[in-house]
């Protein structure tokens, strides 16, 4: 088969159809890729060229109260902000970390409705500067589009509310929980409706919901089915109606929830975290020909090249068999992987994912 564009081959596993090789789609740290501009990738190109995998574009919106974004301490270590979102957080300067969350303006329900006054899906929202400035280059060299969305339990807890003050109103405030995925999930679709209606189409929506951690889930598969469900349906069928497809990233294990999802028409599920009792092989297996499967290389493993590669080679063949399946590791490529040890595995990644 002749080389294709990103677009036609991650259209083509979506469709599960071969493509020429598996698509390539992985997330290196800030901090990998300024390691890597060290070492030998010029400074004006981005790895994706460099190493010539596939390229995706990001759309994203501002759904946030838009709350003022303030520097409350800065060290040589360290920035404490605040966020759109009414968030007190300390950021790490020189290593790529989850930040610590510190504070939240958002913390009852009348808190969340004075925010949600503020969330008007208004079109100064929307970064039309840099649509216009990239788009028409995404399509001609046939990139992937995606646009990002924000809602759902992971976002709401991690960013908007508290972990553990939204994990207690799952079961004392349900009212509360649902209110706030569907507002957020509302503002979304406007706003991406506008930018659908001016002529900026995208090929799939992508949003994160991290729902389950090592070996278990946040909630019970009643829960999901009774509060998120319908919400991550209504993004699905909004999707569908377009002609595009969705991809949903779930950190931890959900094991419990892929038939949910596919049920839905979730049309794509990463990372398929292995540490946390994700079995790619297993779930190819049972899921393979319902929902497209991206990531599901164990990341621990990016310490010593030789067990990744081997991964790799014991992984891939039953992951690409029948298409529908993106390569990543299970989370992200963190700053000790070398360009050296990364080009090696692209290669590797090519050479076993061709059809």
């Excluded at 390691?35 to 946030?64: C, F, Q």
């Excluded at 405030?173 to 900026?200: I, R, T």
């Excluded at 991206?294 to 310490?303: D, F, R």
């Excluded at 590791?329 to 061709?354: A, R």
Aim: hydrophobic share 35%.
């Amino acid at each position: 088969m002749e080389k294709l564009t990103t677009y036609e081959r991650i259209k083509r596993v979506f469709e599960h159809k071969d493509p020429d090789r598996v698509p390539i789609y992985d997330s290196p740290w800030k901090t990998t890729i300024a390691r890597w501009h060290k070492e030998g990738l010029p400074e004006n190109m981005d790895y994706t060229d460099y190493l010539d995998i596939d390229r995706i574009a990001k759309m994203e919106v501002d759904t946030s109260p838009q709350y003022p974004e303030k520097v409350i301490e800065q060290t040589a270590d360290y920035k404490i902000v605040t966020t759109k979102w009414g968030v007190t957080l300390k950021k790490w300067n020189n290593a790529e970390s989850t930040p610590e969350f510190m504070d939240f303006t958002i913390t009852n329900p009348d808190k969340w409705k004075e925010a949600k006054e503020k969330m008007v899906p208004s079109e100064d929202r929307i970064d039309w500067d840099y649509l216009k400035a990239n788009y028409k280059t995404w399509r001609e060299k046939g990139y992937w589009i995606r646009a990002t969305m924000f809602f759902g339990f992971d976002v709401t807890h991690s960013w908007v509310v508290g972990t553990e003050r939204l994990l207690m109103a799952l079961v004392e405030n349900p009212d509360w929980c649902v209110d706030m995925f569907n507002h957020c999930l509302d503002v979304n679709l406007a706003l991406l409706d506008k930018v659908w209606e001016k002529g900026y189409k995208f090929d799939s929506i992508f949003w994160c919901d991290d729902m389950g951690y090592k070996n278990h889930q946040f909630f019970s598969v009643n829960t999901y089915r009774e509060l998120l469900k319908p919400v991550h349906k209504r993004a699905v069928d909004w999707a569908h109606a377009k002609g595009i497809k969705t991809r949903l990233h779930s950190c931890g294990d959900v094991n419990p929830f892929i038939p949910e999802f596919i049920d839905i028409g979730i049309d794509a599920l990463n990372p398929l975290e292995v540490k946390a009792g994700m079995n790619p092989i297993e779930i190819k297996k049972k899921y393979g020909k319902q929902i497209v499967l991206h990531g599901g290389i164990n990341a621990v493993l990016w310490s010593d090249i030789e067990k990744m590669e081997a991964e790799i080679r014991r992984v891939m063949p039953a992951l690409k068999e029948s298409s529908g399946y993106i390569f990543a590791t299970d989370h992200s490529v963190p700053s000790n992987v070398s360009l050296k040890d990364f080009k090696k595995v692209v290669e590797l990644v090519k050479d076993i994912g061709s059809y």
